[in-house]
């Protein structure tokens, strides 16, 4: 069974990514890097309807509808920065294609930051409250231990006083 049976990105799928991403920094020039465009066909299948990506032998997705088929390869191309989904026909001709520049994702990222920040407050918060309490525990039992003093002394004084009339 090879790689690619078992379900496993095989070396010369990574080859062809490594080499599209080479082939774009050339072009461009060297220092600048430009994210490389992840494409996404919908095609038909023996048993129904596939998302390819790219030139990809194997599938990345198997679907019983042409409208699930482009619901799986809206999903997988909203997940990458820049993307694209070709939709062909039964015949294989195409008919029409969607670009994704990937703010779906950079609104999925925010939202995690936002989140995580939102959690670290709340926690800074807890802790604040905690050692507030803390604090007013301590400032409540050493303002009682004086009381007990002042009367403990007040009491005594007023003891001597009494022995003394």
Known sequence: MSAAERGQ???????????????????????????VRIIYHVLPAAAGWQVRRGSARRASALCT?????????????KGKPLSQVVIHAADGTI????????????KRRKTRVSVAKAQKTKARKA???????????????????????KRSTAAKKAASTRRHR
């Open 95 to 106: 008919t029409g294609d969607h670009t994704y520049d990937g703010s779906a994702l950079a």
């Open 65 to 77: 509808s042409k409208k699930a088929a482009m619901t799986a390869a809206t999903a997988l191309a």
């Open 127 to 149: 802790a604040k409250r905690r050692k507030s309490a803390r604090q007013g525990a301590e400032t409540r039992r050493k303002h009682a231990k004086a009381k007990a003093v």
């Open 9 to 35: 990105t095989s070396f010369v799928e990574e080859a062809r990514e490594i080499f599209a991403t080479v082939a774009t920094v050339s072009a461009i020039g060297e220092g600048a890097i430009m994210p």
